[in-house]
């Protein structure tokens, strides 16, 4: 496995996670009626911001926790991006934009329909995370099937 | 200009002129030429063409003109 191909997929676990701690969170707003109270909106703008330092923390966290353990079984020299690493990076980013782009018009739709702002916001929120880790998926798709 | 319809694929000669430089090992390719040894794998593989800058840099590391290195080989779509 390439040294790309790794930090990917610590990439991916890190994203599932955050997304997941969100998403439980939301859920417990959900729970304590907070989503339709007058200052929803409010709430949900202070746990997505607090969210963002958590997941750049954990993503941190992981990769040294995930370089160290490569380091202790793989001795198969420096972690470099070539070539190749690059062009797969580009592709995986161009996925992650046509997702990411999707999950702004659902937004828009939604909201256009009559959504209430937090319905709309939620779905930006996971639609980004969505993009993020399908953009990754393909680029290990990319590294395994298509070189 | 070719029809669009034909897909090109570079084939190469690597894993042979690896074997005849002292079998040389593709981490030891990789390392001369800069990249990972899982492009060299690709490469190889013909799953992966190379930049033309790469191209020659492999090419002068065997010693050899680029053609005898690489080859063009249009295939058919169909």
């Known amino acids: ?147 | 200009m070719g029809p669009v319809t034909q897909k090109s694929r570079i084939e190469n000669q690597i894993r042979r002129l690896r074997f005849e430089a002292h079998e040389m090992t593709q981490k030891d390719l990789a390392e001369a030429v800069g990249v990972t040894r899982q492009t060299i794998m690709a490469i190889e593989a013909a799953k992966y063409s190379p930049s033309l800058d790469l191209a020659f840099q492999i090419a002068r590391v065997f010693g050899r003109p680029i053609d005898e290195v690489f080859q063009f080989s249009p295939k058919d779509a169909g």
Request: glycine content about 10%; hydrophobic content about 60%; cysteine-free.
């Open chain 1, 1 to 147: 496995m390439a040294a790309e191909e790794r930090n990917i997929i610590v990439n991916l676990i890190g994203e599932i996670l955050v997304n997941l701690y969100f998403a439980y969170l939301v859920w417990q707003m959900f729970r304590a009626g907070l989503a339709t109270a007058p200052d929803g909106v409010q709430v949900w703008a202070r746990i997505v911001i607090w969210i963002i330092p958590v997941g750049i923390g954990a993503g941190i966290i992981l990769s040294i926790l995930a370089r160290a353990f490569a380091a202790m079984v793989d001795h198969d020299g420096a972690v470099h991006l070539d070539e190749r690493d690059r062009g797969i990076q580009i592709k995986g980013m161009a996925v992650t934009m046509v997702v990411a782009a999707l999950a702004f018009v659902s937004t828009l739709s939604v909201l256009a329909v009559g959504a209430p702002a937090l319905t709309g916001l939620n779905i930006l929120f996971f639609g980004f995370g969505a993009a993020a880790m399908i953009g990754d998926l393909s680029k290990l798709l990319m590294y395994r099937v298509f070189g």
